[in-house]
Nanobody
Framework: HVQLVESGGGSVQTGGSLRLSCAAS????????MGWFRQAPGKEREGVAR????????YRAGSVKGRFTISRDTAKNVLYLEMNSLKPEDTGMYFC????????????????????WGQGTQVTVS
């Protein structure tokens, strides 16, 4: 399994920016994808962005395209989410997730099955 610890959340005004980080440890060699999800109060969790670990291919939800960027520092095993032009509707708990190669089940998003989750970091935009 992989242990994931998010950081970087906070409260910002509309139009502001934040950068989330996710430090991964444990069996990271078996991950084929890393991703960010979010959950707003009273709503279901939704995928925000994901990156594949081999090719670095990225995918972002339509609602964040042009504003959010997902990236990864492979040497440090850290996943990032750069968030710009934040809107109140971006408010929610943001979760980092990892997909284990060749393991069935999990949460499907943008072609990857996510199995391991962090505890989340809160983002509030007002």
């Amino acid at each position: 399994h992989v242990q994931l610890v998010e950081s970087g959340g906070g409260s910002v005004q509309t139009g502001g920016s934040l950068r989330l980080s996710c430090a991964a440890s444990g069996d990271t060699d078996n991950n084929n994808c890393m991703g960010w999800f979010r959950q707003a109060p009273g709503k279901e969790r939704e995928g925000v962005a994901r990156i594949t670990t081999v090719s670095g291919s990225t995918y972002r939800a339509g609602s964040v395209k042009g504003r959010f960027t997902i990236s990864r520092d492979t040497a440090k095993n850290v996943l990032y989410l750069e968030m710009n032009s934040l809107k109140p509707e971006d408010t929610g708990m943001y979760f980092c997730a990892a997909a284990r190669r060749s393991v069935a089940g999990g949460t499907l998003y943008a072609g990857c099955y996510f199995h391991d989750w962090g505890q989340g970091t809160q983002v509030t935009v007002s």
